[in-house]
Structures are given as C-alpha cells and as structure tokens.
C-alpha cells in the first residue's frame, strides 16, 4: 500500500488559518475512522495533535481540528501562532493491521 | 513522568542483527499496546511493529515481516526489537510509542527520544 498523500508545503501568516490535507483511498482514510495528525518540531519527537479524526489529546491547543471528507482528511489550524511551524504527518488505519503515515507538510508560518 | 527511553541503535553491516529496547516509567505498561515507529533521515515516519498489552496480538510491516521480532516484558516494564538481516533501506532513528487507551496501532500518544541504527558496510 502507498503512503497517503500530503502537499509537501503549507503556510500562513500569523493569526490566519491554514488547512493541510490528507489524501488515501476507501481501504484507509475513507474506511476507517482512524485518522491522526502529528507534529514534529526539527530534531524532535513527533506529538500527537490528533486522533480518532477529530480529537484532540489533553494538552494539545483547541487551534487544532481535524476533520474528514470521504477519502480525504484534514488538518486546520486556527489563529497560527509561531510556534506552530513545523512538519505535519497524517497517518490511518488502513486494515488488515497496518497502519500508513503521509509524506509529511512543512508548515510555514510567514 | 510519562516516559520512554529506547536503547540498543548502532551501526551495523548490511545483513546484520541489532536488538533494540525501550524501557516505560510513569504508567502502567501492561495495560497498552506499544509499537515501533521509524523514520529515516530527513523523511516521514513509517509504521513498523505493534504488539498487544498482553502479547497475544502482534502485527509487522511488510517491509519488516520476517526479519524483526518485537517482544515485550510486563514484569521489567520493557519492550524490544530483535531486528536481523538487516538492509541499508532500514536506516533511520526507531521510535517507541504507545498506543492510545483502547488501542493498538491507530495512534500514539506518547514517543521515545528515539535511537538511531544504521545499516552500512
């Protein structure tokens, strides 16, 4: 199976939003409600922002929501804050008891 | 604290073993599912193994089936990767994650500092 589809690159200014998609098809991303976003920050570990689709671990700011539309989910973040640039990997239960991860978005905030 | 801390990386020569570990503090490890995540250099993250808080379930990559083995110890609080014939493409730093409550592979709430392992003659 084929890693799901990110754009390579988003950005924002500073208070904007921004969404970043997360393309698979109806054996992954559109079969299950399985979708989760993480961030990772350059040399760091990746952190859960969110899970199940749209939810969010404790911690994690209220600026980040996830959502889904057919085959596609997404990742919006709201009022963009400097902190928040960094890459951004989807990742979806895809059956069979496998699990693929995106290519990854590098979140730029301008 | 909610911990993991993954040991064991080095180099090794193409066709190699290496045994990797990762040791949970601040939860009570028997009650989750852990995984093995790993991401080579300057790419994205990549699933490699999962394993059932009771080890009755573990699942593999396709790209790992038949050359890793994970394990795990409730008792020591302690997971591992027995990783053999290993190829220059599993290069990358390898991850420990726990899965979240209810889980097993679908999302992981809490990663290791990682440990690197290159594969290279």
Known sequence: QSALTQPPSASGSPGQSVTISCTGTSSDVGGYNYVSWYQQHPGKVPKLMIYEVSKRPSGVPDRFSGSKSGNTASLTVSGLQAEDEADYFCSSYAGSNNLLFGGGTKLTVL | ?121
């Open chain 2, 1 to 121: 604290e909610v911990q993991l801390a993954e040991s064991g990386g080095g180099l090794v020569k193409p066709g190699g073993s290496l045994r990797l570990s990762c040791v949970a503090s601040g939860f009570t490890f028997s009650s989750y599912s852990m995984n093995w995540v790993r991401q080579a250099p300057g790419k994205g993250l990549e699933w490699v193994s999962s394993i059932s808080s009771g080890s009755t379930y573990i699942y593999y990559a396709d790209s790992v089936k038949g050359r890793f083995t994970i394990s795990r110890d409730n008792a020591q609080n302690s997971l591992h990767l027995q990783m053999n014939t290993l190829r220059a493409e599993d290069t990358a730093v390898y991850y420990c994650a726990r899965c979240v409550v209810g889980g097993t592979m679908h999302a992981f709430d809490v990663w290791g500092q990682g440990t690197m392992v290159t594969v290279s003659s």
